[in-house]
T-cell receptor, first 112, second 110 residues
Framework: DAGITQSPRHKVTETGTPVTLRCHQTENHRYMYWYRQDPGHGLRLIHYSYGVKDTDKGEVSDGYSVSRSKTEDFLLTLESATSSQTSVYFC???????????FGPGTRLTVL | GQQVMQIPQYQHVQEGEDFTTYCNSSTTLSNIQWYKQRPGGHPVFLIQLVKSGEVKKQKRLTFQFGEAKKNSSLHITATQTTDVGTYFCAGDQGAQKLVFGQGTRLTINP
């Protein structure tokens, strides 16, 4: 599992509240990713990081921000959660082999 | 931007039947990866194809990469209940990013 953990694993929150999801890795990988998974859409990239303090947007970045102050942690923040952000969020790292990605266990977020 | 379309979205088979999912990209891919996600789980990497026309096998699973490097397929021979899950293809978008297909959810009647 490439030593990836996500917290929390489940969260229920209300519209308008800020939410931060954490991804933690133990193997010093450079590239980290945040995806959301929704029925019929597969996995869509929100943001990714290519090093400490180096991040870039994915295809569905609106309403999300990220931070990476140290190699092992990649945080995803919803500044003001909306019901459309109800989803399962996966963190992933890029392996050092052939470029495959290893995923964390996911966080199920419900915004009421 | 680059799009990766995957069909079918759902497939239900009897155990022992074959299964195929297809992936098509709007642009030429440098490589394509396949992932499997069990119900309630996270995606797990299966394989990467890089060369035009490449065919790789993993036991009952056969992966193909098209000659034009714009399409790919995954074929499972004689499905078993352990094959249940959602299969995703993912095209290398460059800049260390992947674009995933919508996935094909496979269910099996034992």
């Amino acid at each position: 599992d490439a030593g990836i953990t996500q917290s929390p694993r489940h969260k229920v929150t209300e519209t308008g509240t800020p939410v931060t999801l954490r991804c933690h890795q133990t193997e010093n990988h450079r590239y980290m990713y945040w995806y959301r998974q929704d029925p019929g859409h597969g996995l869509r990239l929100i943001h990714y990081s290519y090093g400490v303090k180096d991040t870039d947007k994915g295809e569905v970045s609106d309403g999300y921000s990220v931070s990476r102050s140290k190699t092992e942690d990649f945080l995803l923040t919803l500044e003001s959660a909306t019901s459309s952000q109800t989803s399962v969020y996966f963190c992933a790292i890029k392996g050092t082999g052939t470029g495959e990605q290893f995923f964390g266990p996911g966080t199920r977020l419900t915004v009421l | 931007g680059q799009q990766v379309m995957q069909i079918p979205q759902y497939q239900h088979v009897q155990e022992g039947e074959d299964f195929t999912t297809y992936c098509n990209s709007s642009t030429t891919l440098s490589n394509i990866q396949w992932y499997k996600q069990r119900p309630g789980g996270h995606p797990v990497f299966l394989i990467q194809l890089v060369k035009s026309g490449e065919v790789k096998k993993q036991k009952r699973l056969t992966f193909q990469f098209g000659e034009a490097k714009k399409n790919s397929s995954l074929h499972i021979t004689a499905t078993q209940t352990t094959d249940v899950g959602t299969y995703f293809c993912a095209g290398d978008q460059g800049a260390q990013k992947l674009v995933f297909g919508q996935g094909t959810r496979l269910t099996i009647n034992p």
